[in-house]
C-alpha cells in the first residue's frame, strides 16, 4: 500500500494573498500562480454551490463535483492548478488561500 504524508499542521505560505473568485454560471474561473512552495490551497464556496473538475474538461452544471455552499474545502496545489469552477446558479465566490508545511 503506498501512502503520502504530509504535514497535519500547515501554515500559510509566506508572500501569498488570498484569491477571490467571482464564478458564474455562464464562465468558467480558475486560480491565478500560487507561490512557489504552497503546498496546499484551502478555500470556501460562499452565496451559491459550484461544480468543479481537475481532469482538464470544463466545469459545467453536468459535468464535475458539486461543492456546496458554506462548506469548506481543501485541494494539493497541483489539483489546484487545473481546477475549472462554474456557478449552479447565480454568482457564487470562492475565497481561496496558499498553504505550506
Known amino acids: 500500500?503506498?501512502?503520502?504524508i504530509s504535514?497535519?499542521?500547515l501554515k500559510p505560505t509566506d508572500g501569498a494573498t488570498s484569491q477571490r473568485l467571482s464564478v458564474t454560471t455562464s464562465s468558467v474561473a480558475e486560480f491565478s500562480a500560487f507561490q512557489r512552495n504552497?503546498?496546499?490551497i484551502t478555500f470556501d464556496?460562499?452565496?451559491e454551490d459550484v461544480f468543479m473538475?481537475?481532469?482538464g474538461s470544463t466545469?459545467?452544471?453536468t459535468n464535475g463535483h458539486k461543492l456546496y455552499v458554506g462548506r469548506a474545502y481543501t485541494l494539493?496545489?497541483?489539483a489546484a492548478?487545473?481546477?475549472k469552477f462554474i456557478s449552479d446558479s447565480g454568482t457564487a465566490i470562492i475565497f481561496a488561500s496558499e498553504l505550506t508545511n
Open 7 to 9: 504535514n497535519l499542521y
Open 38 to 40: 504552497t503546498k496546499a
Open 59 to 61: 466545469a459545467t452544471t
Open 81 to 83: 492548478r487545473t481546477a
Open 45 to 47: 464556496v460562499q452565496t
Open 1 to 4: 500500500m503506498n501512502t503520502y
Open 76 to 78: 494539493s496545489v497541483e
Open 53 to 55: 473538475t481537475i481532469d
